[in-house]
């Protein structure tokens, strides 16, 4: 009776001591989500975070600052009351530039079509370059080979040459500058992912779901796609960069978005005319800017890759 007492005695007390440890749990011993880990290692990247909080600013403003701060920027027609090549003043903050639009409202005015095209045309450039570069990566033997050889084909051909073949020949509308820079600027991205499939295709886990029957779309949906998720955002917000980086080489050129629409690659080739008779105020702004927006986005790449990094995370 003494023992059975003694049993149940000690029995309460581990069944309290076990609800105790239930309740005091260590905080440095539960379990982060990987969201939260992924937020940490990104928010560690202060230039990072500095670059995300700069770009929503800008995009922000490309399409506040028309309305906070009207101005004609589609009628030339209206410019001609204005001093042209005017230096900044109350009324005109940074100036106007050679055709007597105000230049603090032309920055955000084409940083809407020069943002709002870049973002699109990358998207495209990420979805079909990682399709084409898993699908590839993955099934391997002779579709790989006739797929990498068309690949090989297409980075045979100047980039920036084929831009200006293509848009010479066709028009030079918003919507066909998206498509042409977007499924055109996959090429490269293939090359990275297929690496990735590859590499994956071989792991104990793709070869185990293999053997189970798992068909090959299901193994690149969930085994692929998720490990190979860090270089696909890295990728992306490159591919951003770039896309804006050529929309702006086309506007220098003078095959950018036609008029009255502008971008940033057209301000800047009207800028250079006019940098020698001193009119700073029509490049060295936008320059700082479109600079500025560039540097952003790779280090947010840069950042989004450490944060999507699997040997980063906790286990």
Not at 51 to 73: D, E, G, M
Not at 254 to 270: E, F, K, S, V, Y
Not at 301 to 306: E, S, V
């Amino acid at each position: 009776m003494i023992g059975n007492e003694l049993g149940t005695e000690n029995l309460a007390t581990v069944l309290v001591d076990h609800n105790l440890d239930k309740d005091f749990i260590d905080p440095r011993d539960a379990i982060v989500p990987l969201w939260k880990q992924r937020t940490r290692i990104f928010a560690h990247n202060k230039l990072a975070v500095a670059s995300v909080i700069f770009i929503l600013l800008i995009t922000a403003a490309c399409y506040l600052v028309p309305w906070l701060h009207p101005t004609n920027q589609t009628n030339q027609a209206l410019t001609f009351g204005t001093k042209w090549n005017a230096k900044p003043s109350l009324a005109h903050p940074l100036g106007t530039d050679s055709t007597g639009f105000d230049e603090l409202g032309r920055i955000f005015y084409g940083g809407e079509y020069s943002l709002t095209l870049g973002f699109l045309a990358g998207f495209i450039t990420i979805v079909v370059g990682t399709l084409y570069g898993m699908i590839s990566g993955f099934v391997a033997g002779l579709t790989d080979t006739i797929m990498m050889r068309i690949l090989d084909a297409f980075l045979s051909i100047p980039y920036l040459f084929l831009l200006i073949t293509l848009i010479t020949i066709f028009n030079r509308s918003t919507l066909f500058l998206i498509m042409v820079i977007g499924f055109t600027g996959w090429w490269g991205n293939a090359r990275i992912i297929r690496g990735d499939a590859l590499l994956i295709r071989n792991l104990e886990y793709s070869q185990a779901a293999t053997a189970m029957g798992a068909s090959k779309w299901h193994i690149i949906r969930r085994h692929v796609f998720p490990n190979s998720i860090s270089n696909i955002v890295t990728v992306a917000t490159f591919s951003v960069a770039d896309a804006i980086l050529f929309l702006s080489a086309l506007g220098f050129l003078g095959l950018g978005i036609q008029a009255p629409q502008t971008d940033w690659g057209t301000m800047l080739q009207a800028g250079t005319t006019q940098i020698q008779n001193g009119f700073w105020w029509e490049i060295y702004p936008l320059a700082a800017v479109f600079i500025l927006v560039v540097v952003a986005i790779n280090y947010i790449g840069d950042a989004l890759r450490d944060a999507f990094e699997v040997r980063l995370l906790e286990r």
